[in-house]
């Protein structure tokens, strides 16, 4: 869950607003810029719990589990933690860069039995926090970088080791901006890993307790009891949310709000607002909220962000919640609203196998081809010839097409080429569609390539080469090539690279040794794709110049006849200080 901490922008004076709606009550003028608005969307489920648990912690005797409070820094990008509720509403009320996200997770307030203290510094040059439970780092960060990284002592408690109920805290390293990023989420962890190239991953920070709704999501605690005022949100636009689309485009419609306010505004003088949307089944997030005054009429205008969310059908009822402070114990006199939603997200384009978007596929190291055929299910009411495919992330000499098989589904086919070498590969292709009754959203789908080590101790592809080349072109160099793929050892070329056996035994005794020149050369590649490969190019051509010429000034050349010549590029292979000769083989082809 993302929340976004929001403010009234307008300079309009709430007494238009009194006016307009017939609010009754103070009649002084409230400045709605100075009104200080918090929305978010969380899970009604886990803020119950959590509540639950907090009103069972406070009246625990000793250290207590409590809760960390998470804000996101929009001015440097990172994230702040604190445990202390008075921290917590000083930044809410007076830092408007600090994006307010609720819980992030639960740690000990006090020293516990098998738990370690977790130290706080604040960076002076980034305007950042960095947390430790290491006491050598502590250590090391206040003997060696104390001008950059002012120590502000623990921060809580929490554990060095896996224990019943916790969840690893998980620690990045932010190498563009030289600032830390810490998540309970694992999930989360998953997109920076595989989203955000820059964080490098430290591994886990230490150990502390996930929010109640067990995934490591930020949560909000509504408070059990509460009391009103005399404000009150008196509809909504829509009232309803009804929808059909296809996941990773998320709910395509209504995703602007709007709440009618009537009743005494001048009960948010020097307060903040906080809006809560319990969204059952995490269809939205909130962007930005503002105030609005319009043909008479006053409220809060709300802009939601759709969520991709998988295939499915999503039914139940948002909940919406406008309170006057972090815990909703002071309420609007009539929340929460409630609004029904009955949203159908149909499935795009996935994967046969395993109904994914993401699929693994292992081949050993070779020097053949590999065809590899994937079975696809073409996007719910769409069919398989109504798609097309362009490839992303992948080695450029990996072939990949699309087929439409003629039995509702169709088949990404890969041609992996000998000599890949061993490793791991992730390949992205991307489906789009060329026109339905409906608009379906292109859609990646990945294939994690698994190339396994081999007993072969090098793979020369493509096994035999096989070069043309035309005596219309005279001397005209054409270039083909191969790869040498090594698992140990080392391959170069010999000298000379090619041997020349082209000759028919009349050449050989009507051309002097002196004067047969190559007609193919091989040379190594500066350009290498992977350090264990090594590209090899062979330059050929039916005809060589003699540098000699005739009476009247004309070059004379030496020409193959028309037909097929074997040849041969010599190679060493060396391996444990011990060389042998390697000869690759081909055909030349003499065309017209």
């Not at 804000?71 to 860069?97: K, L, M, S, W």
């Not at 010999?494 to 000759?503: D, F, M, Q, R």
């Not at 992977?530 to 050929?540: A, E, K, R, V």
Request: net charge neutral.
């Amino acid at each position: 869950m993302r929340t976004s901490l929001l403010y009234w922008a307008s300079g309009l004076a709430l007494a238009a607003m009194l006016s307009a709606c017939g609010g009754g009550g103070d009649s002084s003028v409230v400045d709605l810029s100075t009104v200080k608005v918090s929305a978010t969307t969380f899970r009604q489920s886990e803020a119950a719990a959590i509540a639950e648990a907090d009103v069972v912690l406070e009246k625990a005797a000793g250290p207590a589990r409590v809760p960390l409070y998470r804000f996101f820094n929009t001015n440097t990008g990172t994230h702040f933690y604190t445990r202390n509720t008075i921290e917590r509403d000083q930044v809410i009320a007076n830092y408007r860069q600090f994006q307010f996200e609720g819980v992030g997770y639960y740690a000990y307030d006090g020293e516990q039995a098998g738990l370690q203290p977790v130290y706080r510094f604040f960076n002076t040059r980034t305007g950042s926090h960095f947390y430790t439970i290491s006491q050598a780092e502590r250590d090391q960060v206040r003997a060696t970088l104390a001008q950059t990284y002012s120590y502000e002592g623990v921060a809580w408690y929490a554990s060095t080791s896996a224990a019943a109920g916790t969840a690893p805290i998980y620690r990045f390293f932010n190498t563009a901006t030289g600032t830390h990023f810490y998540t309970v989420s694992a999930s989360e962890r998953a997109e920076v890993i595989a989203h955000h190239p820059n964080y490098s991953n430290e591994g886990i920070g230490y150990y502390a307790w996930p929010g109640a709704d067990g995934n490591g999501q930020p949560t909000i605690p509504l408070s059990p009891t509460f009391t009103t005022v005399n404000l009150t949100l008196t509809g909504t636009t829509p009232a309803a949310i009804q929808s059909q689309s296809y996941e990773s485009m998320g709910v395509p419609t209504d995703t602007f709000w709007t709440f009618s306010a009537q009743g005494d505004f001048g009960v948010l003088a020097g307060k903040p607002l906080f809006v809560y949307i319990d969204d059952p089944d995490g269809l939205y997030s909130v962007q930005n909220a503002l105030p609005f005054y319009n043909n008479g009429q006053g409220g809060l205008f709300v802009q939601m962000k759709p969520n991709a969310k998988e295939p499915g059908t999503y039914r139940g009822n948002f909940k919406i919640y406008a309170c006057l402070d972090f815990n909703c114990s002071v309420r609007l006199g009539n929340v929460p609203l409630s609004m029904p939603y009955d949203v159908v997200v149909k499935r795009n384009v996935r994967f046969d196998a395993n109904g994914s978007k993401t699929i693994n596929v292992g081949v050993p190291f070779g020097a053949a081809t590999q065809q590899v055929a994937l079975k696809l299910n073409p996007a719910e009411g769409t069919a398989m010839g109504a798609w097309y495919l362009t490839t992303g992330a992948a080695p450029p000499n990996l072939a990949a097409v699309l087929t439409d098989d003629g039995d509702g589904k169709g088949s990404l086919r890969l041609s992996i080429p000998g000599g890949t070498p061993a490793g791991s590969y992730n390949l992205d292709y991307f489906f789009w569609s060329k026109g339905s009754a409906a608009w379906v959203p292109s859609t990646q789908l990945t294939v994690k390539l698994e190339v396994a080590q081999s007993t072969e101790p090098y793979v020369l592809a493509p096994a035999t080469a096989t070069l043309t080349s035309l005596l219309a072109h005279e001397v005209y160099y054409q270039y083909g090539g191969f790869s040498a793929t090594v698992a140990r050892g080392t391959l170069a070329l010999a000298a000379p690279g090619a041997e020349e056996i082209l000759y028919t035994p009349e050449q050989q005794t009507a051309i002097p040794v002196n004067k047969r020149t190559r007609f193919i050369e091989a040379s190594r590649r500066d350009y290498q794709p992977n350090p264990s490969t090594t590209l090899f190019q062979l330059g050929h051509t039916a005809c060589v110049r003699t540098f000699e010429y005739t009476s009247a000034g004309l070059p004379i050349n030496n020409c193959l006849p028309a037909g097929n010549y074997a040849f041969r590029i010599k190679l060493l292979y060396t391996l444990d200080g011990s060389t042998m000769p390697v000869d690759y083989l081909g055909t030349f082809v003499v065309a017209p």
